[in-house]
C-alpha cells in the first residue's frame, strides 16, 4: 500500500437509552463489535473479480450483518483507499466506487472509517473507538481473506482484543506465485486459518460468532 495520505473516520454513534437505573442494565452496552472491512465496490473493478463466488460470501456476510443488528451490536464499516487520485483507479476516491458493495444487507453502521494501510487500526482512530465504546471482542469479516482481513486481526490481537474470525464471511482471489502455481480461494483460506487459530483469533462461523457476542 502507498504510504501517506490523511486517514479519515466518520463516526455515527448508536443511540443508548439509558435513562434510568433499570434500563441502564437491561441495555447494557455491547462488548462485541463487527468489523466489515472492504467490502466495496472497488472490487468489481479489478481484473480478478468473478461474479460467480460473490453470492455465497454475499449470503454469509447478510446473515452476519442481519444477525449482529438483531441482538443490537455495532457494526462497524472500513473502507479501503490508495494508489493515484484517478478516475480509472477503482480505490481512488474520486473513481466513486470506494463505497459497499451493493447487495449488502441495510443495516445501521455504528461507525465508518477509511484506510490506506492492511490493517484497519493504523491511522484511523479506529482503536479510540473501540476502547471509548467498551469493545472487547471482535468478529472480522470481509475483503481481502488474507491480507486486510488477517492483517487486522493479528493487529487487534497484539492489541488486546479477542478475535473471531468468520473465515466464510469473507472473501479472496486467486494469488499467482513467482514460481507460476496459483494458490487457490480455497488454500488461501485455509492457510489463513492455519496462520490464526489458536494464536491470534478463533475460526468461527457466523452463527457461532453471533453466539458468542457480548
Known amino acids: 500500500m502507498p504510504v501517506g495520505g490523511t486517514m479519515t473516520a466518520i463516526n455515527h454513534p448508536m443511540e443508548s437509552s439509558m435513562t434510568t437505573a433499570s434500563n441502564t442494565a437491561a441495555n447494557a452496552a455491547p462488548t462485541t463489535a463487527v468489523l466489515l472491512i ?14 460467480a463466488t460473490w453470492p455465497a460470501f454475499q449470503e454469509r456476510t447478510n446473515a452476519l450483518l442481519d444477525g449482529a443488528a438483531a441482538r443490537g451490536l455495532p457494526i462497524i464499516r472500513v473502507l479501503h483507499s490508495d494508489g493515484p487520485e484517478t ?10 466506487h470506494v463505497r459497499p458493495l451493493d447487495g449488502l444487507a441495510q443495516v445501521p453502521i455504528a461507525a465508518e ?11 484511523t482512530g479506529l482503536s479510540i473507538w473501540l ?9 472480522v469479516a470481509g475483503i481481502r481473506t488474507e491480507q486486510c482481513c ?9 492489541e ?15 494469488i499467482p506465485h513467482t514460481s507460476g502455481v496459483v494458490v487457490s480461494v480455497d488454500d488461501l483460506k485455509l492457510r489463513t486459518e492455519v ?17 458468542r457476542a457480548g
Open 87 to 96: 478516475a480509472d483507479n477503482p480505490f481512488s476516491l474520486v473513481s466513486g
Open 38 to 51: 472492504d467490502v466495496q465496490e472497488s472490487f468489481r473493478h479489478r481484473p480478478y473479480w468473478d461474479e
Open 150 to 158: 488477517e492483517t487486522t486481526t493479528r493487529h487487534a490481537s497484539d
Open 131 to 139: 476502547t471509548e465504546h467498551g469493545i472487547r471482542r471482535l468478529i
Open 195 to 211: 496462520a490464526l487459530q489458536g494464536r491470534f483469533a478463533d475460526i468461527v462461523t457466523v452463527e457461532q460468532a453471533l453466539a
Open 113 to 123: 472509517f477509511l484506510k490506506r494501510r492492511h490493517s484497519a487500526l493504523v491511522g
Open 160 to 174: 488486546g482484543w479477542t478475535v473471531d474470525y468468520v473465515t466464510e464471511a469473507t472473501h479472496t482471489f486467486p
